[in-house]
């Protein structure tokens, strides 16, 4: 009964506090540009300032809420009153439970409903994203409310702690002392965030021991600040993945064109693909290209590049503009009316019909298959493991946009045949641990992502799990780029 008296009394005092931060909240839920259209930059400027507000706000009420029967001092009433210490506590906890978790929780539930996402598969995720705002901010917020007396010492104590983060990142070409890897070092600075407030509030809460207390929370502080000082980020390349390993090399068949018509302007290059197991697709996106000239001079060219139609172990390697920008490059002519004239009258360079080496390097992404789906059209369609998809007119044209609180697996566009576009590159297990107070992402892929694809009609959805990502290496050393113009 003392618990429930104590909750009414903090909610009879801070109401007006705790109904400006609901205001807020839902300011914000209406606001998040991720799925309220379009906004420019200085929309989002400006939806980052009220999510900064919304954050302060979260943590003044939890200051405030704790403060109500300050800790620290010894001329509290409530020393004096027959009050378990346990029973105000658990009173402090349904406060912040009630009026600020559970309304965060209600109201990206209400956004989830809102774009037509399962609730119930969806679910644990939202609680999983809410863990950082309790750890990184209520928890601390909470430990610095018990540790001093009023909101002008938290507000103080808050400020010392930033700016101390501050100049600790800005004098971080100071001497260290050994190197860790950088996921290692996020790892301990949120440890020392968690033990550091969590122990100075238990020492608070179960003994009163304030001096003993904020030495804790000092500390861990001061170790906070100063462990950049003492590290060296160690930038150390992945482990070596095990997995199936997919070489693509030229094939030696008769160039010719592929089983689909070929876009316009494009290379087709037959290909042999080695190592793709059995129910696998694989996904290739974007490449590099190098074109070694006869006198041994060379160019990079950034690629768009698709493999397709595949038939025991055999398929088709498309780059896409590469007539125009491979031929262009290797003469050296300008960009501008230039490049523009010579495609329209089909006038290539000389290089294009000498031999040349190339050096192909292209992202490669290999992944089982899942369900296929329609294209979800204007109305939208539910997408397992995903969340909810649409299609809408966006700024460049007509957008594939998913909404979703974390996707359990990737998903492609995939072209009659065989041409494949990553929408969603996804498929970890449980969410990134992010401090966001969005409850969703947005992902997208529009047409201009998919220059000379041609006729997106028979066009379908394709789910996935990504088992490998690496690049792949084609070097070709001779090779007349003419001979690899599609015959229509």
């Given amino acids: 009964m003392k618990m429930l008296a104590i909750l009414k009394k903090d909610l009879r005092r801070l109401g007006p506090q705790l109904v ?25 400027n400006g939806f980052a300032l009220l999510c900064l507000a919304l954050l302060l706000a979260c943590g003044a009420l939890v200051v405030e809420v704790v403060q109500q029967e300050a800790l620290a001092g010894d001329r509290q009433y409530w020393l004096t009153r027959p009050i378990d210490r346990r029973a105000l506590w658990v009173a402090k906890a349904a406060f912040v439970l009630l009026g600020i978790d559970l309304a965060i929780l209600a109201c990206q539930c209400a956004v989830l409903v809102a774009l037509g996402i399962p609730l119930g598969e969806h679910l644990g995720t939202l609680l999983i994203r809410h863990l950082p705002l309790v750890a990184f901010l209520v928890l601390p917020a909470a430990a610095l409310g018990a540790v001093t007396r009023n909101p002008g010492q938290a507000f103080l104590g808050a400020l010392l702690l930033l700016a101390g983060m501050v100049a600790s990142q800005a004098g971080i070409k100071g ?28 020492v608070q809460c179960t003994s009163r021991r304030t001096v003993v207390a904020r030495a804790v929370m000092v500390t861990a502080a001061v170790l906070l600040c100063l462990f950049p000082q003492v590290v060296m980020p160690q930038f150390e390349p992945p482990p070596a993945d095990l997995r199936p390993v997919v070489m693509v090399s030229l094939d030696a068949q008769p160039a010719g064109t592929s089983g689909a018509p070929a876009p316009r302007y494009a290379l087709e290059l037959p ?20 074109i070694i000239r006869p006198d041994s001079t060379s160019s990079d060219l950034v690629a768009l590049v698709s493999l397709h139609d595949f038939s025991g172990g055999h398929g088709w390697l498309t780059i896409y503009n590469g007539q125009t920008e491979f031929a262009l490059e ?27 080496g190339l050096r192909l390097t292209m992202d490669l992404a290999l992944s089982t298959r899942g369900v296929s789906l329609p294209r979800p059209g204007a109305a939208g369609e539910v997408v397992p493991g995903i969340g909810r998809c649409h299609e809408e007119e ?62 997106l009609s028979g066009a379908h959805l394709v789910t996935g799990n990504v088992v490998s990502s690496r690049q792949a290496v084609m070097d070709v050393p001779s090779i007349r780029l003419s001979d690899y113009v599609p015959r229509r």
């Fill in 394 to 455: 966006g700024e460049f044209g007509s957008e594939l946009v998913c909404y979703s609180p974390h996707p359990r697996t990737a998903l492609v566009l995939e072209l009659p045949g065989g041409s494949r576009r990553f929408v969603v590159k996804g498929g970890l297990p449980v969410p990134d641990f992010r401090f966001v107070l969005e409850p969703v992402d947005r992902y997208s892929l529009g047409t201009s992502d998919l220059p000379g694809m041609g006729d």
């Fill in 175 to 202: 001497i260290h002392l050994f190197a860790m890897r950088v996921g290692d070092i996020a790892s301990v600075s949120c440890v020392l965030i968690v033990v550091g407030a969590g122990a100075g509030l238990l």
């Fill in 330 to 356: 290797i003469a050296g002519r300008s960009y501008g009316s230039t490049k523009q004239l010579s495609v329209r009258n089909g006038d290539y360079a000389p290089y294009l019909n000498t031999a040349v």
């Fill in 271 to 290: 290909v042999r693909v080695e190592g793709l197991p059995a129910g696998f697709d694989i996904t290739a996106e974007h490449g590099l290209a190098r």
């Fill in 20 to 44: 400006l931060f609901w205001l807020l909240l839902g300011l914000a839920a209406r606001l998040d540009p991720t799925y309220a259209g379009h906004p420019g930059g200085g929309h989002r």
